[in-house]
């Protein structure tokens, strides 16, 4: 029997949108991952200048989306625990329910180059088998200086290609806010929940 090849998806979702989809559909196909978590971050550490949407809603909108692929799954890691939530605490308790399993890390290249700064960021690059990176469009990542910092790092970036353009979470809400086109940036699902109940404005 093959090594279960787990994804590890996380974030604030605030809201999901089609990039993040883009994101785990590629994942998914490009290094052969049999499951996706979407780990949904209730109160992230570098975030508590921010105002965050509430749980509740964004973990509704986060469901509506995945709902149509039977690989994608939430992952409670987070949500069922008190925070302050450290992505290697994270990986270590999946790693504990899955010790059998190949653990890869999807994250955006500007998680990539601010790698460094994470908490106990030596000890995730052990803990996880691989880093599933997507760039944005012309965007450069100095890989010798990030291999300077974090020795090892190198032999498990795994970048992932795209037909993608630059979406954000934060343009989106300042979109809705705005009045401005945001409805095709996002699902079906998601858009109309955010219109039933009037979020970002």
Known sequence: MSTQRIGVFGGTF????????????????QLNLQRLLWVLT?????????????????LNMLQSMIAH????????????????????????LLKQQEPEAEIILLIGGDSLAD?????????????????????????????????????????????????LQPVSSRELRRRIKSNEMARYYLS???????????LYR
Do not use: C
Request: glycine residues 4%; without cysteine.
């Open 115 to 163: 790698l460094p700064t994470w908490r106990f960021a030596p000890d995730l690059i052990t803990a996880v088998s691989n880093f599933g990176v997507m760039l944005r469009p012309n965007r450069h990542i100095d890989i010798y200086a990030l291999e300077s910092q974090l020795p090892g790092i190198t032999s498990k970036l795994h970048f992932i290609e795209a037909l």
């Open 188 to 198: 079906s699902e998601v858009y109309n929940y955010i219109e039933t109940h009037q």
């Open 69 to 92: 692929n039977p690989k994608f799954e939430i992952s409670y890691l987070e949500i069922n625990r008190p925070g302050p939530h450290y992505t290697v605490d994270t990986i270590n």
């Open 42 to 58: 209730p109160n992230p550490p570098h975030k508590q200048d921010n105002l965050i949407t509430s749980l509740e809603h964004r």
């Open 14 to 29: 605030d809201p999901p949108h089609i990039g993040h989809l883009i994101l785990a559909g590629e994942a998914l196909a």
